[in-house]
């Protein structure tokens, strides 16, 4: 006799149906929780809700993700269009010694504008030592003004334009 498919219906599934939805709510309560507890730390909202306001937890949060990678060279994405085989071993270093980390271009300028702007509102953030050396050590006038050269290369006129512009 050949076995009939259980009906997702029947009494048989009940169980299973109460148990999923128990571990739903469970779920979605924890990540509530999570959230709550999280977001207070970071940020604090006034009591009509109209201002936010990252705390000293929240910079320091926030200034550990470029910090990760604007020194790291590699997975990289550079854009670059190359016009001979030359080009084809510039390194991402090479084609931008300030602005080549965090994966492309744009990232790494995000990256350092949000590192400047969170010292100039946490002047006391305890990551205040690490971003001053690296901004020191990576931004140069001979690294930007291998920047600048960048932009004179054939097939460069218009590298992120106009998106990675705005933040410099």
């Not at 965090?102 to 946490?122: I, P, R």
């Not at 205040?128 to 006129?157: C, H, M, V, W």
Request: aromatic share 16%; hydrophobic share 40%; glycine share 4%.
């Amino acid at each position: 006799m050949p076995q009939r498919k259980k009906d997702l219906n029947s009494d048989t599934f009940v169980p299973l149906k109460n148990y999923m939805k128990r571990n739903y709510l469970l779920l979605l309560l924890f990540f509530c929780s999570f959230i709550k507890v999280y977001s207070q730390q970071f940020f604090r909202v006034n009591k009509d809700s109209t201002q936010f306001n990252l705390t000293i937890e929240g910079a320091s949060f926030l200034s550990s993700l470029p910090l990760k990678c604007l020194q790291q060279e590699y997975p990289n994405k550079t854009s670059h269009v190359s016009s001979s085989d030359s080009d084809q071993l510039l390194t991402p270093y090479k084609l931008h010694p300030a602005f080549y980390g965090c994966f492309d271009w744009h990232s790494s300028v995000h990256g350092y504008w949000m590192l400047v702007k969170l010292l100039k509102e946490f002047p006391l953030l305890p990551e205040a030592g690490r971003i001053k050396n690296i901004i020191s050590g990576n931004i140069t006038n001979a690294n930007i003004i291998q920047e600048i050269k960048y932009f004179d290369l054939p097939l460069a006129k218009s590298f992120e334009r106009t998106y990675g512009w705005a933040w410099l």
